[in-house]
């Protein structure tokens, strides 16, 4: 028996539910990283929750937080998706 993408997906997602483990954001792991541009540190510091695809930044010298798509700061700090 086929089942559905629909089907599939809501199959895998009540399963980790079970299992007593959160659903995690692809972007999760870019949490707690840091880069410097050009003036003070830039910290990730959260997933925003108006936009699953942005994540929160937040200036570590004013504290000022503004939110950046999550596909730009993987270029910005350098790296591929982490496992």
């Known amino acids: 028996m086929i089942q559905s993408n629909a089907t599939l997906q809501l199959e895998l997602i ?3 539910r079970k299992q007593g483990g ?3 954001s ?3 792991g870019l949490l707690g990283r840091t ?4 003036s003070t540190d830039v910290r ?3 997933l925003c929750p108006s936009n699953p ?3 929160m930044l ?8 503004w939110t950046a798509p999550s596909s730009l700061m993987r270029l910005i700090l350098g790296r591929g998706r982490r496992s």
């Open 58 to 65: 937040e200036r570590r010298a004013d504290g000022k937080r």
């Open 53 to 55: 695809s942005h994540v």
């Open 26 to 28: 692809p972007y999760a």
């Open 44 to 46: 990730v510091v959260g």
């Open 22 to 24: 959160k659903v995690q």
């Open 14 to 16: 009540a399963g980790a």
């Open 35 to 38: 880069f410097f541009d050009g």
